[in-house]
T-cell receptor, first 113, second 115 residues
């Protein structure tokens, strides 16, 4: 069964460093998302991406965050200058069309020290 | 309660028993999706129910949706120890709205099935 894959599975970074989290969505999907889950808390929406542009973003997704689809397969989340409170599990997700099932990857654990 | 709130927060049952988890939400939705998460792992999609549907089945799972009460329930029948996980409902906004396609998650129900 097709799946969303994410790398790295774990990353430890120093505060202030830039981090890029990578995702390969399911191949025929057109809608892409990033979510995050701080330990013990809800899964929170960060951003949605369609047709090579951001379609919606949450208030969490401030200027330190950016997303890119550099080629036909990868979808990346960049955090420019990490803060301690960015420590979380980051999930990439994709969907084939609006209103359909959204499939999530296994997540990337980010620890900022 | 907030959009996509589950209850109970924790449920502990014996193998073979049924587990029922409930979810309430506040705004109009296009669909509601249930996910499972094993500790520290990814979100596994279980079932999607659309706003014009009232009940759906998938294997041992049964989901109901009552849009008049803005609530949904997930029933797992004949539970197994392997069903031990957190279960989340997530709502997707209506077409034409800015939240269309974006999921809003609840806090989840932690289900423990004892062998």
């Amino acid at each position: 069964e097709p799946e969303v894959t994410q790398t790295p599975s774990h990353q430890v970074t120093q505060m202030g460093q830039e981090v890029i989290l990578r995702c390969v969505p399911i191949s025929n999907h057109l809608y892409f998302y990033w979510y995050r889950q701080i330990l013990g808390q809800k899964v929170e929406f960060l951003v949605s991406f369609y047709n090579n542009e951001i379609s919606e973003k949450s208030e969490i997704f401030d200027d330190q965050f950016s997303v890119e689809r550099p080629d036909g397969s990868n979808f990346t989340l960049k955090i420019r200058s990490t803060k301690l409170e960015d420590s979380a599990m980051y999930f990439c997700a994709s969907g084939s069309w609006e209103g359909n099932t959204i499939y999530f990857g296994e997540g990337s654990w980010l620890t900022v020290v | 309660s907030q959009q996509g709130e589950e209850d109970p927060q924790a449920l502990s049952i014996q193998e073979g028993e049924n587990a029922t988890m409930n979810c309430s939400y506040k705004t109009s939705i296009n669909n509601l999706q249930w996910y499972r998460q094993n500790s520290g792992r990814g979100l596994v999609h279980l079932i999607l129910i659309r706003s014009n549907e009232r009940e759906k089945h998938s294997g041992r799972l049964r989901v109901t949706l009552d849009t008049s009460k803005k609530s949904s329930s997930l029933l797992i029948t004949a539970s197994r120890a392997a069903d031990t996980a957190s279960y989340f409902c997530a709502t997707a906004g209506r077409a034409g709205g800015t939240s269309y396609g974006k999921l809003t998650f609840g806090q989840g129900t932690i289900l423990t099935v004892h062998p």
